[in-house]
């Protein structure tokens, strides 16, 4: 029960943080962030909420106005990791392809 609490805590300050940023939905792999943060500060925030799920990266999907839709991608589906464009994915996130 103390991780729970600890773990929301944190999310809440890391939330915090980045006031400008917010998941809207969480519902299997897809996510939906809302944010007016820049496109790449979108791109590594999905990321990095993806790999805390245990996934691979975030794979980008459409925006519609603040909007943003990814899908987490498992490295087993063999899935290419799809930046916003003009952005790019970190370099320790290993994308893999067919």
Not at 3 to 21: D, M, P, Q
Not at 42 to 48: I, K, L, Y
Not at 61 to 69: C, I, N, P, T, V
């Given at each position: 029960?103390?991780?729970?609490?600890?773990?929301?805590?944190?999310?809440g300050?890391?939330?915090?943080?980045?006031?400008?940023?917010?998941?809207?939905?969480?519902?299997?792999?897809?996510?939906?962030?809302?944010?007016?943060?820049?496109?790449?500060?979108?791109?590594?925030?999905?990321?990095?909420?993806?790999?805390?799920?245990?996934?691979?990266?975030?794979?980008?999907?459409?925006?519609?106005?603040?909007?943003?839709?990814?899908?987490?991608v498992?490295?087993?589906?063999?899935?290419?990791?799809?930046?916003?464009?003009?952005?790019?994915?970190?370099?320790?996130?290993?994308?893999?392809?067919?």
């Amino acid at each position: 029960m103390k991780k729970i609490l600890l773990l929301t805590t944190i999310s809440g300050l890391t939330l915090l943080g980045c006031s400008s940023t917010q998941i809207n939905m969480s519902m299997g792999n897809m996510r939906l962030i809302n944010s007016s943060a820049t496109a790449q500060e979108v791109m590594d925030f999905a990321n990095t909420t993806c790999k805390n799920d245990f996934y691979q990266g975030a794979s980008f999907l459409s925006k519609a106005g603040k909007e943003y839709r990814f899908k987490c991608v498992k490295p087993e589906e063999n899935e290419i990791l799809i930046p916003i464009p003009g952005t790019t994915i970190s370099a320790d996130t290993p994308v893999s392809g067919k």
